[in-house]
């Protein structure tokens, strides 16, 4: 197991295994995001109370959950970085920022559509609203720290740090509706008893969570690969490669 571990841990190993597995992850991430959308735009029944406003859920939900995922990912990375010093774990926490704030943005900002006709307000400062936006503030200072060294080795022990100590806002957001009394809908998927959502709106939203996940996977390979470039540039693995 651990020979397995080092070896992945290894840039040559793992940057032409990323080029291998970009494709398999690629294509079935397009075709579950067309067949989610196509079923929730058209397939699934419109919401007794929010009637086709309530659509936007198949990008916004999947986009929040990606959200936090890709955090929580990210601090992992940092930590298996920090504690047993592996580069390509850095490289993967570095990697996963811009994609996880990508991810946030999109689900701040689809949020802000769906309330203004269901709450009549673009923005409220409710607590997991407000929470959410501290994610992406904490996406953006992650990436801003890294780039403020131009030691490659310091910003990458700065920046896990604050990976590691963000991810508390994870849980944050997640029982934020539990916690306060605010105007976001409490949860209606993640929950210990059946969903209160329709099979036929609930199938499309995990497929569009698959598909999501697998975009997120094959971003990821993309731009691992692209941070190996840039860290191994002077490596003679690379040259050979080349």
Known sequence: MWTWFHKFASPPHAYRLLGRLAPWLGWPALGLILLATWWGLVK???DYQQGDAFRILYVHAPSAWMSMFIYVVMAV??????IWRIKLAHAAAAAS??????FTFLALATGSIWGKPMWGTWWVWDARLTSELILLFLYLGYMALRSSFDDPQRADRASAVLAIVGVINVPIIHYSVEWWTTLHQPASVTKIDKPSIHIEMLIPLFIMIVGFQLYYGWALSRRLRGEILQRERNATWLTKTA
């Not at 990375?77 to 920090?82: F, N």
């Not at 920022?97 to 990508?102: K, L, Q």
């Open 97 to 102: 920022a811009p994609i996880g704030a990508s």
């Open 44 to 46: 699934a029944p419109a």
């Open 77 to 82: 990375a940092a930590a298996v970085g920090l």
